[in-house]
């Protein structure tokens, strides 16, 4: 394993932004306000942008926070920006994905290493600009290979534009839209390139805004395309160099997919509180979750939460600690967050019942507008099936990190210890392929090992030794199937699907356990396991191994602490870990 340490710098002032951007929103949630349940209910009715709640955003200076230090913005983490569209999201997933396309839009610019192309993009977004990323067409859907738009050298310099892209997220609001075009007949990984279009110097007759799309769920988004009519593009908008279109973006898609899980923890936020919050109100017979049912549901609810957010605060820290094995690391949050948490929303729909399905402009409405918003998460950047691919096509990489015990251990270290400081984000060592495996689930041995020795000195229970022993456990066996797959390209067999669903929740129940031991080792007295527990419990349960009903029974502690603080329901998994980082009646 890797022991060299990283040069850090302090811990980032700017993560106190996430509690200023929470308190706002919290007041802007009040009757004739932008955020209001009534206002976005209304804009949901109508299918209508969010434009007031964007201004507040901007208002507040969130763009800044998309923009990189370095290039004039806010100097924030990775972690602290998802957070910020966490936060977001908790209160509407319309106005994060429409608000937040700008940070989605402008990453290929921040990884591409031009200085001035960065500044001058920085420029333009701290000052209002909105930014939309336009990949997809009409005809191929996520087959980027395929794409039919085109940009070929103009006679006097520059290139021409032609084409339609649809299905595009801010395509006719955003001024700036960065462009996957065709540049070479042939086609293949080197025959795409990207450029970063500017509507302003376009004349009219070269482009053209496609209808809004009507879509499930973020109804008001601006989900429509955009077509070009030979626009002529000046030489400066080439991102990066001809050819180099595909890789920038499958770069680009280790920063979107862990902002997508982001957006999407926000809105299992969301869905649990008002579940919870249902649940608890008094009817015939007393309040819902007095049933036992009923509280070990929202037990189970909570700690698939719980587990999902150990994966997103991981994948965001790795952004800066083990950037070089996003690839693997970012294709596990996408694939299993979004799927965490719609598994999520559909427990909590049976408990509420006809309830969780009513319209807008009844009081229980918000379940269903959740319910319908967060399915268009798990579409973005990639489907959980695309993702998966992209992990299965790693496996021989992660399982020969495996078996021979190597990892980054300073960069999982910081990974996994949220209050520690990050190193700066390197942009060049991201990889299109991981660069040595799976730190977080090849670490996994150590960290059992590390945990067993607590339970022998007495600072961590017997129980919760066994229970990370069985995951362990599985995560041996899983490793020995994934290294006997054998496919070809675009042939992978259906069992490696199966396989990489298992090797997520190992990715999430080692994310769990880790954070819980950099916990652990800064504390002066035994932490909390409660929160452990239960991610583990849930993990196995996942995984199709029995659990017993004594281990078990924490779900209820869950449910209970869920339902015991309704004014302060989960706002990440950093209120369990230590005091200091506790919202006002969280439990731990």
């Known amino acids: 394993?890797?022991?060299?340490?990283?040069?850090?710098?302090?811990?980032?002032?700017?993560?106190?932004?996430?509690?200023?951007?929470?308190?706002?929103?919290?007041?802007?949630?009040?009757?004739?306000?932008?955020?209001?349940?009534?206002?976005?209910?209304?804009?949901?009715?109508?299918?209508?942008?969010?434009?007031?709640?964007?201004?507040?955003?901007?208002?507040?200076?969130?763009?800044?926070?998309?923009v990189p230090a370095e290039h004039g913005g806010a100097p924030a983490d990775f972690d602290v920006v998802m957070r910020l569209l966490r936060a977001v999201?908790?209160?509407?997933?319309?106005?994060?994905?429409?608000?937040?396309?700008?940070?989605?839009?402008?990453?290929?610019?921040?990884?591409?290493?031009?200085?001035?192309?960065?500044?001058?993009?920085?420029?333009?977004?701290?000052?209002?600009?909105?930014?939309?990323?336009?990949?997809?067409?009409?005809?191929?859907?996520?087959?980027?290979?395929?794409?039919?738009?085109?940009?070929?050298?103009?006679?006097?310099?520059?290139?021409?534009?032609?084409?339609?892209?649809?299905?595009?997220?801010?395509?006719?609001?955003?001024?700036?839209?960065?462009?996957?075009?065709?540049?070479?007949?042939?086609?293949?990984?080197?025959?795409?390139?990207?450029?970063?279009?500017?509507?302003?110097?376009?004349?009219?007759?070269?482009?053209?805004?496609?209808?809004?799309?009507?879509?499930?769920?973020?109804?008001?988004?601006?989900?429509?395309?955009?077509?070009?009519?030979?626009?002529?593009?000046?030489?400066?908008?080439?991102?990066?160099?001809p050819g180099e279109g595909v890789e920038i973006i499958v770069k680009a898609l280790h920063l979107t997919r862990t902002g997508c899980a982001a957006m999407s923890l926000g809105a299992g936020d969301h869905a649990l509180a008002l579940a919870a919050q249902f649940a608890a109100q008094e009817a015939d017979g007393g309040p819902l979750a007095e049933n036992p049912y009923v509280r070990r549901e929202l037990g189970e609810a909570a700690a698939g939460l719980l587990l999902a957010d150990a994966t997103g605060l991981v994948a965001a820290r790795s952004l800066h600690a083990l950037t070089g094995e996003m690839s693997v690391v970012s294709a596990v949050a996408k694939a299993y967050v979004p799927t965490e948490v719609d598994d999520l929303i559909a427990r909590l729909l049976h408990l509420l019942g006809p309830y969780g399905l009513l319209g807008t402009g009844d009081p229980h409405s918000g379940f269903a507008k959740v319910e319908r918003d967060h399915r268009i998460i798990g579409i973005f950047d990639g489907s959980s099936l695309v993702n998966r691919n992209a992990l299965i096509e790693q496996f021989p990489r992660i399982t020969r990190g495996y078996a021979k015990g190597r990892w980054d251990a300073a960069g999982l270290a910081e990974a996994t210890s949220p209050h520690a400081p990050l190193r700066p984000f390197r942009p060049r060592a991201l990889g299109l392929v991981s660069s040595g495996g799976c730190s977080v689930v090849a670490g996994l041995p150590a960290a059992v090992a590390e945990l067993r020795a607590l339970a022998v000195r007495g600072h961590a229970s017997a129980a919760l030794a066994a229970l990370a022993g069985r995951v362990l456990g599985v995560a041996d066996r899983l490793?020995?199937?994934?290294?006997?797959?054998?496919?070809?390209?675009?042939?992978?067999?259906?069992?490696?699907?199966?396989?990489?669903?298992?090797?997520?929740?190992?990715?999430?129940?080692?994310?769990?356990?880790?954070?819980?031991?950099?916990?652990?080792?800064?504390?002066?007295?035994?932490?909390?396991?409660?929160?452990?527990?239960?991610?583990?419990?849930?993990?196995?349960?996942?995984?199709?191994?029995?659990?017993?009903?004594?281990?078990?029974?924490?779900?209820?502690?869950?449910?209970?602490?869920?339902?015991?603080?309704?004014?302060?329901?989960?706002?990440?998994?950093?209120?369990h870990m230590e005091p200091t980082f506790r919202q006002e009646g969280t439990a731990s």
């Open 1 to 66: 394993m890797t022991t060299a340490s990283p040069t850090t710098r302090t811990h980032d002032p700017a993560a106190g932004a996430v509690e200023r951007l929470t308190r706002l929103l919290d007041e802007l949630t009040g009757p004739g306000l932008p955020f209001s349940p009534e206002a976005l209910a209304a804009l949901d009715r109508a299918e209508a942008y969010p434009v007031e709640a964007c201004q507040a955003l901007d208002a507040f200076g969130l763009r800044r926070f998309y």
């Open 479 to 575: 490793h020995e199937d994934m290294a006997a797959i054998r496919f070809s390209p675009r042939a992978v067999p259906g069992h490696a699907f199966e396989l990489a669903e298992r090797y997520e929740l190992c990715f999430a129940a080692a994310s769990a356990l880790h954070l819980w031991l950099r916990a652990a080792a800064r504390a002066e007295r035994p932490i909390p396991e409660t929160w452990l527990l239960g991610c583990l419990v849930r993990a196995l349960t996942d995984l199709d191994e029995p659990v017993d009903d004594a281990d078990r029974v924490v779900l209820d502690d869950l449910a209970d602490a869920v339902l015991s603080h309704l004014s302060a329901p989960f706002r990440s998994l950093l209120d």
């Open 89 to 241: 999201s908790r209160i509407d997933l319309t106005v994060a994905a429409s608000h937040g396309k700008t940070y989605l839009g402008a990453v290929a610019t921040w990884i591409t290493g031009d200085a001035e192309a960065a500044r001058l993009l920085g420029r333009r977004i701290s000052a209002g600009a909105v930014v939309s990323c336009a990949l997809t067409e009409r005809h191929h859907g996520s087959d980027l290979l395929a794409g039919e738009v085109v940009a070929r050298p103009a006679p006097g310099g520059g290139w021409l534009l032609s084409g339609e892209k649809w299905l595009i997220n801010s395509a006719t609001r955003a001024g700036l839209v960065t462009v996957l075009a065709r540049t070479d007949d042939e086609g293949g990984p080197r025959g795409f390139s990207l450029f970063l279009v500017d509507k302003a110097l376009l004349a009219l007759e070269h482009f053209t805004h496609l209808p809004k799309v009507p879509t499930y769920g973020i109804r008001g988004a601006d989900i429509s395309g955009i077509a070009f009519h030979d626009a002529p593009l000046p030489e400066e908008a080439l991102i990066g160099r």
